[in-house]
Protein backbone atom coordinates (compact mmCIF):
# COMPACT_ATOMS: atom_id res chain seq x y z
CA UNK A 1 0.00 0.00 0.00
CA UNK A 2 1.13 3.41 -0.93
CA UNK A 3 0.37 6.58 0.64
CA UNK A 4 -1.39 9.22 -0.86
CA UNK A 5 0.29 12.07 1.17
CA UNK A 6 2.86 12.00 3.51
CA UNK A 7 2.80 14.26 6.32
CA UNK A 8 6.46 15.71 8.22
CA UNK A 9 5.86 17.16 11.92
CA UNK A 10 3.45 15.94 13.97
CA UNK A 11 3.13 17.88 16.66
CA UNK A 12 -0.50 19.39 17.37
CA UNK A 13 -0.60 20.97 13.94
CA UNK A 14 0.61 18.41 11.83
CA UNK A 15 -1.09 15.57 13.85
CA UNK A 16 -4.14 17.07 13.55
CA UNK A 17 -3.69 17.70 9.98
CA UNK A 18 -3.14 14.44 9.54
CA UNK A 19 -6.12 12.86 11.14
CA UNK A 20 -8.34 14.72 9.30
CA UNK A 21 -6.45 13.64 6.02
CA UNK A 22 -6.99 9.86 7.72
CA UNK A 23 -10.49 10.75 8.56
CA UNK A 24 -11.30 11.72 5.08
CA UNK A 25 -10.32 7.92 3.49
CA UNK A 26 -6.85 9.44 2.16
CA UNK A 27 -3.96 6.80 3.48
CA UNK A 28 -1.69 9.02 5.26
CA UNK A 29 2.54 8.39 5.75
CA UNK A 30 3.72 9.38 9.43
CA UNK A 31 7.01 11.21 9.44
CA UNK A 32 8.43 13.25 12.65
CA UNK A 33 12.03 14.24 13.51
CA UNK A 34 12.04 12.19 17.22
CA UNK A 35 9.95 8.70 15.97
CA UNK A 36 8.33 8.85 19.44
CA UNK A 37 5.66 11.58 18.49
CA UNK A 38 4.85 9.53 15.54
CA UNK A 39 4.35 6.84 17.82
CA UNK A 40 2.13 8.96 20.06
CA UNK A 41 0.08 9.99 17.11
CA UNK A 42 -0.24 6.04 16.36
CA UNK A 43 -0.59 5.19 19.87
CA UNK A 44 -3.22 7.66 20.27
CA UNK A 45 -5.37 7.78 17.26
CA UNK A 46 -4.11 4.92 14.98
CA UNK A 47 -7.33 3.43 14.48
CA UNK A 48 -8.81 6.65 12.80
CA UNK A 49 -7.94 5.84 9.40
CA UNK A 50 -4.51 4.59 7.41
CA UNK A 51 -1.35 5.41 8.36
CA UNK A 52 1.41 3.99 7.44
CA UNK A 53 4.29 4.78 10.36
CA UNK A 54 7.69 5.91 8.53
CA UNK A 55 11.07 6.54 10.78
CA UNK A 56 13.25 8.87 8.09
CA UNK A 57 12.47 11.27 5.43
CA UNK A 58 13.36 8.41 3.13
CA UNK A 59 10.87 6.07 4.13
CA UNK A 60 8.68 8.69 3.87
CA UNK A 61 9.25 9.15 0.26
CA UNK A 62 9.28 6.01 -0.55
CA UNK A 63 5.69 5.35 0.65
CA UNK A 64 4.33 7.59 -1.29
CA UNK A 65 2.60 7.50 -4.48
CA UNK A 66 3.43 9.73 -7.37
CA UNK A 67 3.61 12.39 -8.18
CA UNK A 68 4.45 12.37 -4.54
CA UNK A 69 2.50 15.13 -1.89
CA UNK A 70 4.52 15.75 0.99
CA UNK A 71 3.67 18.10 3.71
CA UNK A 72 5.71 19.52 5.95
CA UNK A 73 4.00 21.07 9.47
CA UNK A 74 7.36 22.19 11.58
CA UNK A 75 8.13 24.96 13.48
CA UNK A 76 8.04 28.20 10.90
CA UNK A 77 11.50 29.61 10.07
CA UNK A 78 14.95 27.71 9.88
CA UNK A 79 13.62 24.41 10.41
CA UNK A 80 11.25 24.39 7.12
CA UNK A 81 14.51 24.99 5.43
CA UNK A 82 16.28 22.38 7.18
CA UNK A 83 13.20 19.96 6.09
CA UNK A 84 13.46 21.24 2.48
CA UNK A 85 17.01 20.81 2.05
CA UNK A 86 16.75 17.04 3.20
CA UNK A 87 13.69 16.09 0.82
CA UNK A 88 14.71 17.76 -1.97
CA UNK A 89 17.67 14.94 -3.04
CA UNK A 90 15.08 12.30 -2.35
CA UNK A 91 12.72 13.89 -4.76
CA UNK A 92 11.71 13.32 -8.55
CA UNK A 93 10.53 16.12 -10.67
CA UNK A 94 6.67 16.75 -10.14
CA UNK A 95 6.57 15.64 -6.78
CA UNK A 96 5.13 18.86 -4.59
CA UNK A 97 6.59 20.09 -1.15
CA UNK A 98 3.72 21.33 0.77
CA UNK A 99 4.70 23.93 3.89
CA UNK A 100 1.45 24.27 5.55
CA UNK A 101 3.03 26.80 8.55
CA UNK A 102 2.99 30.22 9.16
CA UNK A 103 5.88 31.07 7.17
CA UNK A 104 6.42 34.74 5.88
CA UNK A 105 5.42 35.14 2.02
CA UNK A 106 8.89 35.80 1.35
CA UNK A 107 10.31 33.01 2.82
CA UNK A 108 8.01 31.00 0.66
CA UNK A 109 8.98 32.79 -2.53
CA UNK A 110 12.51 32.06 -1.76
CA UNK A 111 12.06 28.61 -1.13
CA UNK A 112 9.67 28.02 -4.51
CA UNK A 113 11.79 29.37 -6.93
CA UNK A 114 14.57 27.31 -5.46
CA UNK A 115 12.75 24.03 -5.86
CA UNK A 116 11.49 25.07 -9.39
CA UNK A 117 14.87 24.75 -10.00
CA UNK A 118 14.83 21.07 -9.64
CA UNK A 119 11.40 20.91 -11.21
CA UNK A 120 9.49 20.28 -8.06
CA UNK A 121 6.50 21.81 -6.94
CA UNK A 122 6.87 23.95 -3.80
CA UNK A 123 3.59 25.03 -2.27
CA UNK A 124 3.26 27.48 0.87
CA UNK A 125 -0.54 27.02 2.31
CA UNK A 126 -2.19 29.46 4.93
CA UNK A 127 -4.03 27.04 7.29
CA UNK A 128 -6.35 28.75 9.62
CA UNK A 129 -8.52 27.38 12.46
CA UNK A 130 -6.06 26.48 15.33
CA UNK A 131 -5.99 22.93 16.26
CA UNK A 132 -9.26 22.17 16.83
CA UNK A 133 -9.97 23.22 12.79
CA UNK A 134 -6.92 21.40 11.36
CA UNK A 135 -8.47 18.11 13.06
CA UNK A 136 -12.42 19.08 12.22
CA UNK A 137 -11.90 21.84 8.86
CA UNK A 138 -9.78 24.39 8.71
CA UNK A 139 -10.05 27.06 6.10
CA UNK A 140 -6.85 26.34 3.77
CA UNK A 141 -5.30 29.12 1.93
CA UNK A 142 -2.77 27.37 -0.92
CA UNK A 143 -0.24 29.33 -2.75
CA UNK A 144 2.56 27.53 -5.57
CA UNK A 145 1.80 26.14 -8.96
CA UNK A 146 -1.62 26.11 -10.52
CA UNK A 147 -0.90 22.68 -11.89
CA UNK A 148 0.48 21.59 -8.12
CA UNK A 149 -3.43 22.53 -7.49
CA UNK A 150 -4.41 19.72 -9.59
CA UNK A 151 -2.91 17.06 -7.70
CA UNK A 152 -3.35 18.92 -4.06
CA UNK A 153 -6.44 20.38 -4.63
CA UNK A 154 -8.88 17.51 -4.42
CA UNK A 155 -7.24 16.47 -1.14
CA UNK A 156 -7.08 19.93 0.47
CA UNK A 157 -10.83 20.86 -0.41
CA UNK A 158 -11.79 17.16 1.06
CA UNK A 159 -10.71 18.59 4.36
CA UNK A 160 -11.25 21.86 4.85
CA UNK A 161 -14.30 23.71 6.39
CA UNK A 162 -17.07 23.51 4.09
CA UNK A 163 -19.81 26.48 4.24
CA UNK A 164 -23.06 26.05 1.69
CA UNK A 165 -21.45 22.94 0.63
CA UNK A 166 -18.72 24.86 -0.64
CA UNK A 167 -14.72 23.94 0.66
CA UNK A 168 -13.00 26.49 2.41
CA UNK A 169 -10.34 26.07 0.06
CA UNK A 170 -9.30 27.33 -3.36
CA UNK A 171 -6.04 27.71 -4.82
CA UNK A 172 -4.98 31.84 -4.37
CA UNK A 173 -2.35 32.49 -7.19
CA UNK A 174 1.44 31.58 -7.44
CA UNK A 175 4.19 31.14 -5.09
CA UNK A 176 4.09 33.12 -1.88
CA UNK A 177 0.35 34.40 -2.54
CA UNK A 178 -1.25 31.52 -0.20
CA UNK A 179 0.64 32.85 2.79
CA UNK A 180 0.67 36.42 1.96
CA UNK A 181 -3.35 35.80 2.23
CA UNK A 182 -3.07 33.89 5.67
CA UNK A 183 -0.90 36.71 6.84
CA UNK A 184 -3.50 39.55 5.95
CA UNK A 185 -6.34 37.01 7.76
CA UNK A 186 -4.33 37.38 10.77
CA UNK A 187 -3.81 40.91 10.60
CA UNK A 188 -7.80 41.42 10.18
CA UNK A 189 -7.88 38.91 12.74
CA UNK A 190 -5.90 41.54 15.48
CA UNK A 191 -8.20 44.19 14.09
CA UNK A 192 -11.17 42.49 14.53
CA UNK A 193 -10.24 41.30 18.03
CA UNK A 194 -9.43 44.81 18.93
CA UNK A 195 -12.67 46.35 17.92
CA UNK A 196 -14.34 43.94 20.34
CA UNK A 197 -11.52 44.66 22.99
CA UNK A 198 -12.64 48.75 22.55
CA UNK A 199 -16.41 47.85 22.58
CA UNK A 200 -15.83 46.54 25.74
CA UNK A 201 -14.02 48.94 27.68
CA UNK A 202 -16.83 51.62 26.48
CA UNK A 203 -19.77 49.43 27.49
CA UNK A 204 -18.01 49.19 31.13
CA UNK A 205 -16.59 52.36 31.45
CA UNK A 206 -18.78 54.38 29.88
CA UNK A 207 -22.04 52.88 30.43
CA UNK A 208 -20.95 50.50 33.86
CA UNK A 209 -21.87 46.94 32.25
CA UNK A 210 -20.42 44.44 34.24
CA UNK A 211 -19.17 41.45 31.82
CA UNK A 212 -21.59 39.40 32.67
CA UNK A 213 -24.09 41.78 31.57
CA UNK A 214 -21.74 42.26 28.20
CA UNK A 215 -21.83 38.50 27.55
CA UNK A 216 -25.78 38.49 27.22
CA UNK A 217 -25.50 41.84 25.02
CA UNK A 218 -22.48 40.09 22.69
CA UNK A 219 -25.03 37.37 22.67
CA UNK A 220 -27.25 39.51 21.32
CA UNK A 221 -25.03 40.95 18.63
CA UNK A 222 -24.02 37.78 17.60
CA UNK A 223 -27.54 37.04 16.13
CA UNK A 224 -27.30 40.72 13.67
CA UNK A 225 -24.94 41.66 11.28
CA UNK A 226 -22.22 41.49 13.59
CA UNK A 227 -22.39 37.09 13.52
CA UNK A 228 -19.19 35.92 14.14
CA UNK A 229 -16.71 33.29 15.76
CA UNK A 230 -15.13 35.90 17.34
CA UNK A 231 -18.43 37.45 18.90
CA UNK A 232 -19.63 34.41 19.64
CA UNK A 233 -16.41 33.55 22.04
CA UNK A 234 -16.44 37.08 23.14
CA UNK A 235 -19.85 36.38 25.16
CA UNK A 236 -18.48 33.16 26.28
CA UNK A 237 -15.05 34.93 28.10
CA UNK A 238 -17.02 37.58 29.25
CA UNK A 239 -19.60 35.26 30.76
CA UNK A 240 -16.75 32.88 32.67
CA UNK A 241 -16.31 33.38 36.37
CA UNK A 242 -13.19 32.64 37.82
CA UNK A 243 -13.30 29.72 40.30
CA UNK A 244 -11.00 30.66 42.63
CA UNK A 245 -12.05 34.34 43.04
CA UNK A 246 -15.59 34.30 42.07
CA UNK A 247 -14.31 37.31 40.04
CA UNK A 248 -15.23 37.66 36.21
CA UNK A 249 -12.61 35.82 34.27
CA UNK A 250 -11.80 38.42 32.06
CA UNK A 251 -10.77 40.52 35.95
CA UNK A 252 -7.98 38.19 36.91
CA UNK A 253 -6.31 37.94 33.74
CA UNK A 254 -3.19 40.72 32.98
CA UNK A 255 -4.32 42.68 30.57
CA UNK A 256 -1.21 42.54 28.65
CA UNK A 257 -1.82 40.85 25.49
CA UNK A 258 0.83 38.87 23.39
CA UNK A 259 1.43 38.23 19.84
CA UNK A 260 2.95 35.51 17.80
CA UNK A 261 4.23 37.71 14.86
CA UNK A 262 1.54 37.45 12.19
CA UNK A 263 -0.07 41.07 12.64
CA UNK A 264 3.45 42.74 12.75
CA UNK A 265 4.00 40.75 9.26
CA UNK A 266 1.00 42.64 7.89
CA UNK A 267 1.80 45.91 8.97
CA UNK A 268 5.30 45.79 7.81
CA UNK A 269 4.18 44.17 4.31
CA UNK A 270 1.25 47.17 4.50
CA UNK A 271 3.98 50.04 5.06
CA UNK A 272 6.24 47.92 2.22
CA UNK A 273 3.23 48.60 -0.06
CA UNK A 274 2.32 52.12 1.14
CA UNK A 275 -1.41 50.14 1.45
CA UNK A 276 -3.03 52.36 4.11
CA UNK A 277 -3.61 49.70 6.49
CA UNK A 278 -4.17 51.41 10.07
CA UNK A 279 -6.78 49.74 11.97
CA UNK A 280 -4.70 46.77 11.73
CA UNK A 281 -1.67 48.75 12.57
CA UNK A 282 -3.61 50.22 15.16
CA UNK A 283 -4.27 46.56 16.64
CA UNK A 284 -1.19 45.72 16.82
CA UNK A 285 0.48 48.66 18.50
CA UNK A 286 -2.68 48.33 20.79
CA UNK A 287 -1.06 44.82 22.08
CA UNK A 288 2.32 46.30 22.11
CA UNK A 289 1.23 49.08 24.54
CA UNK A 290 -0.87 46.62 26.60
CA UNK A 291 2.56 44.68 27.24
CA UNK A 292 4.71 48.22 28.18
CA UNK A 293 3.59 47.66 31.86
CA UNK A 294 5.90 49.60 33.73
CA UNK A 295 5.64 52.53 31.56
CA UNK A 296 2.04 52.36 31.92
CA UNK A 297 2.32 51.98 35.93
CA UNK A 298 4.08 55.30 35.64
CA UNK A 299 1.44 57.07 33.39
CA UNK A 300 -1.24 56.09 36.07
CA UNK A 301 0.59 58.35 38.57
CA UNK A 302 1.71 61.54 36.30
CA UNK A 303 -0.08 62.19 33.29
CA UNK A 304 -3.37 64.03 33.55
CA UNK A 305 -6.09 63.09 31.63
CA UNK A 306 -8.82 65.84 32.21
CA UNK A 307 -11.75 63.57 30.89
CA UNK A 308 -14.99 65.38 31.04
CA UNK A 309 -17.58 64.69 32.99
CA UNK A 310 -20.16 63.19 30.86
CA UNK A 311 -22.83 60.66 30.96
CA UNK A 312 -23.77 57.99 27.92
CA UNK A 313 -27.42 58.27 27.31
CA UNK A 314 -29.80 55.25 26.28
CA UNK A 315 -28.44 54.52 23.06
CA UNK A 316 -25.06 53.87 24.42
CA UNK A 317 -24.87 50.58 23.68
CA UNK A 318 -26.64 50.31 20.09
CA UNK A 319 -24.11 53.19 19.13
CA UNK A 320 -21.19 51.16 20.45
CA UNK A 321 -22.66 48.34 18.05
CA UNK A 322 -22.75 50.44 15.21
CA UNK A 323 -19.22 51.73 15.55
CA UNK A 324 -18.01 48.17 16.38
CA UNK A 325 -19.70 47.27 12.82
CA UNK A 326 -18.17 50.44 10.59
CA UNK A 327 -14.83 49.66 12.03
CA UNK A 328 -14.61 46.03 11.00
CA UNK A 329 -15.74 46.78 7.98
CA UNK A 330 -13.33 49.10 7.78
CA UNK A 331 -10.43 46.73 8.46
CA UNK A 332 -12.01 44.34 6.07
CA UNK A 333 -11.58 46.98 3.60
CA UNK A 334 -7.90 47.89 4.48
CA UNK A 335 -6.89 44.33 4.34
CA UNK A 336 -8.98 43.67 1.21
CA UNK A 337 -7.05 46.75 -0.17
CA UNK A 338 -3.68 45.48 0.62
CA UNK A 339 -4.35 42.56 -1.15
CA UNK A 340 -5.17 44.17 -4.14
CA UNK A 341 -1.81 46.51 -3.73
CA UNK A 342 0.07 42.78 -2.78
CA UNK A 343 -1.18 41.34 -6.00
CA UNK A 344 -0.64 44.13 -8.18
CA UNK A 345 3.22 44.28 -6.89
CA UNK A 346 3.39 40.31 -7.10
CA UNK A 347 1.25 40.18 -10.27
CA UNK A 348 -1.17 37.49 -8.62
CA UNK A 349 -4.37 37.46 -10.03
CA UNK A 350 -6.26 37.38 -6.35
CA UNK A 351 -9.87 36.48 -6.45
CA UNK A 352 -11.29 38.57 -3.91
CA UNK A 353 -14.83 36.79 -3.50
CA UNK A 354 -13.12 33.32 -3.35
CA UNK A 355 -10.98 34.82 -0.69
CA UNK A 356 -13.55 36.19 1.47
CA UNK A 357 -15.68 32.94 1.04
CA UNK A 358 -12.72 30.67 2.10
CA UNK A 359 -12.76 32.87 4.91
CA UNK A 360 -16.68 32.27 5.75
CA UNK A 361 -15.67 28.99 7.20
CA UNK A 362 -12.91 27.00 9.52
CA UNK A 363 -10.89 30.08 10.29
CA UNK A 364 -11.09 32.75 13.46
CA UNK A 365 -12.63 35.55 11.52
CA UNK A 366 -15.02 33.53 10.11
CA UNK A 367 -18.30 36.04 10.00
CA UNK A 368 -21.42 36.19 8.65
CA UNK A 369 -20.07 39.72 7.05
CA UNK A 370 -17.89 37.32 4.77
CA UNK A 371 -20.93 36.11 2.80
CA UNK A 372 -21.87 39.71 1.71
CA UNK A 373 -18.00 40.56 1.08
CA UNK A 374 -18.11 37.31 -1.06
CA UNK A 375 -21.17 38.55 -3.37
CA UNK A 376 -19.74 42.39 -3.48
CA UNK A 377 -16.51 40.81 -5.38
CA UNK A 378 -18.65 38.15 -7.27
CA UNK A 379 -20.19 40.67 -10.48
CA UNK A 380 -17.79 41.71 -13.64
CA UNK A 381 -17.77 45.52 -11.71
CA UNK A 382 -15.21 44.55 -8.77
CA UNK A 383 -15.39 47.37 -6.22
CA UNK A 384 -11.93 49.54 -5.59
CA UNK A 385 -12.88 49.47 -2.32
CA UNK A 386 -14.81 47.24 -0.21
CA UNK A 387 -16.53 50.41 1.12
CA UNK A 388 -17.59 51.62 -2.59
CA UNK A 389 -19.80 48.01 -3.05
CA UNK A 390 -23.60 49.55 -2.73
CA UNK A 391 -24.35 47.17 0.11
CA UNK A 392 -21.78 48.37 2.16
CA UNK A 393 -21.71 51.94 1.72
CA UNK A 394 -25.03 52.24 2.58
CA UNK A 395 -24.37 50.16 5.58
CA UNK A 396 -21.01 52.11 6.86
CA UNK A 397 -23.95 55.22 5.80
CA UNK A 398 -26.23 53.91 8.51
CA UNK A 399 -23.34 53.22 11.15
CA UNK A 400 -21.43 56.78 11.04
CA UNK A 401 -24.02 59.20 13.40
CA UNK A 402 -23.13 56.74 15.53
CA UNK A 403 -19.96 56.16 14.92
CA UNK A 404 -18.79 59.69 14.96
CA UNK A 405 -20.90 59.92 18.50
CA UNK A 406 -18.95 56.65 20.19
CA UNK A 407 -15.18 58.03 18.90
CA UNK A 408 -16.15 61.68 20.29
CA UNK A 409 -17.58 60.13 23.59
CA UNK A 410 -14.74 57.93 24.18
CA UNK A 411 -12.20 60.56 23.52
CA UNK A 412 -14.33 63.17 26.45
CA UNK A 413 -14.19 60.46 28.85
CA UNK A 414 -10.05 59.63 27.90
CA UNK A 415 -11.06 55.86 26.92
CA UNK A 416 -8.75 54.73 24.21
CA UNK A 417 -10.49 53.55 21.07
CA UNK A 418 -7.66 53.28 18.86
CA UNK A 419 -9.09 51.18 16.10
CA UNK A 420 -12.87 52.61 15.84
CA UNK A 421 -10.87 56.44 15.75
CA UNK A 422 -8.25 55.32 13.31
CA UNK A 423 -10.79 53.63 10.68
CA UNK A 424 -13.42 56.54 11.49
CA UNK A 425 -9.68 58.51 10.38
CA UNK A 426 -9.34 56.35 7.60
CA UNK A 427 -13.12 56.53 6.35
CA UNK A 428 -12.87 60.13 6.60
CA UNK A 429 -9.64 60.79 4.73
CA UNK A 430 -10.99 58.99 1.90
CA UNK A 431 -14.11 60.89 1.68
CA UNK A 432 -12.06 64.64 1.89
CA UNK A 433 -12.36 66.48 -0.70
CA UNK A 434 -8.49 68.06 0.22
CA UNK A 435 -6.32 66.41 2.06
CA UNK A 436 -3.52 68.72 3.83
CA UNK A 437 -1.34 66.61 1.66
CA UNK A 438 -1.09 69.68 -0.31
CA UNK A 439 1.10 71.36 2.48
CA UNK A 440 3.29 68.56 3.27
CA UNK A 441 4.39 68.67 -0.40
CA UNK A 442 4.86 72.48 -0.46
CA UNK A 443 7.09 71.97 2.93
CA UNK A 444 8.67 68.66 1.29
CA UNK A 445 9.64 71.05 -1.82
CA UNK A 446 10.70 73.95 0.47
CA UNK A 447 12.87 71.61 3.03
CA UNK A 448 14.22 69.13 0.23
CA UNK A 449 13.31 70.21 -3.15
CA UNK A 450 11.00 66.97 -3.51
CA UNK A 451 8.65 68.67 -6.42
CA UNK A 452 5.20 69.45 -6.62
CA UNK A 453 2.20 68.69 -9.02
CA UNK A 454 -0.15 71.91 -9.83
CA UNK A 455 -3.98 71.26 -9.73
CA UNK A 456 -4.09 73.06 -12.78
CA UNK A 457 -1.36 72.08 -15.35
CA UNK A 458 0.57 68.80 -16.14
CA UNK A 459 4.13 68.75 -15.14
CA UNK A 460 6.49 68.54 -12.15
CA UNK A 461 7.16 71.98 -10.11
CA UNK A 462 9.46 73.02 -8.06
CA UNK A 463 9.27 76.40 -6.26
CA UNK A 464 12.93 78.73 -6.11
CA UNK A 465 12.19 79.01 -1.90
CA UNK A 466 15.83 80.30 -1.20
CA UNK A 467 15.08 82.96 -4.25
CA UNK A 468 12.55 85.11 -5.70
CA UNK A 469 10.57 82.45 -5.02
CA UNK A 470 9.51 81.55 -8.68
CA UNK A 471 8.44 78.33 -10.01
CA UNK A 472 10.09 76.42 -12.73
CA UNK A 473 9.35 72.85 -13.92
CA UNK A 474 11.29 70.31 -12.32
CA UNK A 475 12.81 68.20 -14.92
CA UNK A 476 13.21 65.18 -12.08
CA UNK A 477 12.15 64.72 -8.99
CA UNK A 478 13.99 63.53 -6.07
P1 LIG B 1 5.55 23.75 16.45
O1 LIG B 1 5.61 25.05 15.74
O2 LIG B 1 5.58 23.75 17.92
O3 LIG B 1 6.75 22.82 15.89
C1 LIG B 1 7.01 21.55 16.42
C2 LIG B 1 7.27 20.55 15.33
O4 LIG B 1 8.36 20.98 14.50
C3 LIG B 1 7.66 19.20 15.88
O5 LIG B 1 7.14 18.19 15.05
C4 LIG B 1 9.18 19.25 15.81
O6 LIG B 1 9.80 17.99 15.77
C5 LIG B 1 9.35 19.94 14.49
N1 LIG B 1 10.68 20.55 14.32
C6 LIG B 1 11.17 21.62 14.96
N2 LIG B 1 12.41 21.91 14.51
C7 LIG B 1 12.70 20.97 13.57
C8 LIG B 1 13.81 20.72 12.73
N3 LIG B 1 14.89 21.51 12.76
N4 LIG B 1 13.77 19.69 11.88
C9 LIG B 1 12.68 18.90 11.82
N5 LIG B 1 11.58 19.07 12.58
C10 LIG B 1 11.59 20.10 13.45
O7 LIG B 1 4.26 22.92 15.95
P2 LIG B 1 2.75 23.37 15.73
O8 LIG B 1 2.04 22.11 15.40
O9 LIG B 1 2.24 24.22 16.85
O10 LIG B 1 2.81 24.34 14.47
C11 LIG B 1 3.32 23.92 13.23
C12 LIG B 1 3.20 25.05 12.25
O11 LIG B 1 1.83 25.42 12.12
C13 LIG B 1 3.93 26.35 12.67
O12 LIG B 1 4.41 26.98 11.51
C14 LIG B 1 2.83 27.18 13.27
O13 LIG B 1 3.11 28.56 13.23
C15 LIG B 1 1.67 26.81 12.37
N6 LIG B 1 0.34 27.02 12.91
C16 LIG B 1 0.08 26.74 14.20
C17 LIG B 1 -1.19 26.95 14.72
C18 LIG B 1 -1.48 26.59 16.12
O14 LIG B 1 -2.62 26.85 16.55
N7 LIG B 1 -0.55 25.97 16.86
C19 LIG B 1 -2.27 27.49 13.90
C20 LIG B 1 -1.93 27.67 12.53
C21 LIG B 1 -0.65 27.45 12.08
P3 LIG B 1 10.23 17.24 17.15
O15 LIG B 1 8.99 16.58 17.65
O16 LIG B 1 11.25 16.25 16.72
O17 LIG B 1 10.75 18.29 18.07
Redesign the pocket.
Given at each position: MSAQIGV????????NLARNLARNGFTVALH???V??TDELLAKHGDEGDFIRTETLQELVDSLEKPRRVLI????G???D??VDQLVPLLEPGDIVID????HYTDTRRREAALAEHDLHFVGIG?????E??LNGPSIMPGGSKESYQALGPLLEKISAHVDGKPCCAWIGPDGAGHFVKMVHNGIEYADMQVIGEAFDLLRSAAGLEPAEQAEIFGEWNKGTLSSFLIEITAEVLGHVDAKTGKPFVDVVVDAAGQ?GTGRWTVISALELGSPTSGIAESVFARALSSQAAQRKEAQKTLIGNEADIAVGEGFVEDVRQALFASKLVSYAQGLDMLTAAAKEYGWDLKLDEIASLWRGGCIIRAELLKDITAAYAGDSKPANLLFAPAFTEAIAEAVPAWRRVVATAVQLGIPVPVFSASLAYYDGLRRDRLPAALTQGLRDLFGAHTYQRVDAEGTFHTLWGEDKSEIEAVDSH
Open positions: TGLAVMGANRSARMVKAAPVSVAGNSVSGGEGAK
